[in-house]
């Protein structure tokens, strides 16, 4: 569940809202456990009139990569229309050290339905979500680019939304944490004001009735720094931290690209002038 909110919360980005453009992101971040750099995250982000589409790959690596090998790659899509966010289809694969998992939903009159998922609740120590908490629901993925929209219009980073990921059902709860200035560092070239976004779950139905990974003990939050490299672009996720059972856990921009209008702007290092 938490991998899922890290890698899924990652790769979420939105558009301007009017008026409407296409827009096409390329997004890097490196994630860091203990000051070490155990996972890469690419992400592709489509944004045309009235569509959105969402694919992000991740790879453990180095040393971790070798004793913990793990990969994912998600993907989500919809419909953009007002202030509206529709989910049509997502879904997600990952490999834990050679075992495979998956899910892909589709949406159907405000309703989620699994189309395929690996392992079934049943095999996996879990119960299914009922249809009816599975009504006018969001994936992960189009949740956070319901809030960015928002964002995009000068709204507050503050909603709490009903989330289904093909095996839990939860509330993703964001809380405006104000505002706070990234300066030049080496882990990402972004350097200026963010948003800062605080982040978290309220389990409803569906998560693991035993589960002695610790994942799901307690309450589990993450912090989010919304930021603008990109002046006529709308905010991404510059960084994040999040606290795990075995430590803290950070990921950092590293790279991006944004192509709009027949444009290609690259993030670039800026040089920090004042308030060193």
């Given at each position: 569940m938490i991998t899922c909110m890290v890698t899924l919360l990652l790769t979420q980005v939105a558009w301007?809202?009017?008026?409407?453009?296409?827009?096409?992101?390329?997004?890097?971040?490196?994630?860091?456990?203990?000051?070490?750099?155990?996972?890469?995250?690419?992400v592709e982000i489509a944004i045309k009139p009235q569509r959105y589409n969402v694919i992000a790959n991740l790879q453990s690596i180095g040393i971790v990569g070798r004793l913990l090998p793990w990969w994912m790659k998600a993907y989500s899509n919809g419909e953009i229309g007002g202030k509206n966010v529709t989910p049509i289809s997502a879904g997600q694969r990952n490999?834990?050290?050679?075992?495979?998992?998956?899910?892909?939903?589709?949406?159907?009159?405000?309703i989620a339905n699994v189309q395929r998922v690996l392992p079934e609740p049943e095999n996996d120590d879990r119960t299914q979500v009922p249809q009816g908490m599975r009504t006018?629901?969001?994936?992960l993925t189009s949740g956070i680019i319901s809030v960015i929209w928002r964002m995009q219009d000068n709204e507050a980073c503050e909603a709490t939304l009903p989330v289904f990921d093909g095996r839990r059902r939860y509330?993703?709860?964001?809380?405006?944490?104000?505002?706070?200035?990234?300066?030049?560092?080496?882990?990402?070239?972004?350097?200026?004001?963010?948003?800062?976004?605080?982040?978290?779950?309220?389990?409803?139905?569906?998560?693991?009735?035993?589960d002695r990974s610790g994942w799901n003990d307690g309450d589990r939050?993450?912090?989010?720094?919304?930021?603008?490299?990109?002046?006529?672009?709308?905010?991404?996720?510059?960084?994040?931290?999040?606290?795990?059972?075995?430590?803290?856990?950070?990921?950092?921009?590293?790279?991006?690209?944004?192509e709009a209008n027949g444009q290609k702007v690259r993030l670039t290092r800026k040089t920090e002038v004042g308030n060193k």
């Open positions: 301007a809202a009017t008026p409407v453009r296409t827009w096409d992101l390329d997004l890097a971040y490196k994630v860091y456990f203990g000051g070490l750099h155990v996972v890469d995250l690419d490999s834990w050290r050679g075992r495979e998992r998956f899910v892909e939903i589709t949406f159907t009159d405000g006018g629901v969001l994936d509330d993703l709860v964001f809380l405006h944490g104000g505002k706070h200035k990234l300066h030049a560092n080496g882990y990402t070239p972004f350097v200026g004001h963010t948003i800062v976004c605080q982040l978290s779950v309220q389990k409803k139905a569906g998560f693991k009735q035993t939050r993450a912090t989010v720094w919304m930021g603008k490299p990109f002046p006529n672009a709308p905010p991404l996720p510059i960084r994040m931290t999040l606290d795990t059972p075995f430590g803290g856990l950070v990921a950092h921009l590293s790279a991006a690209m944004c």
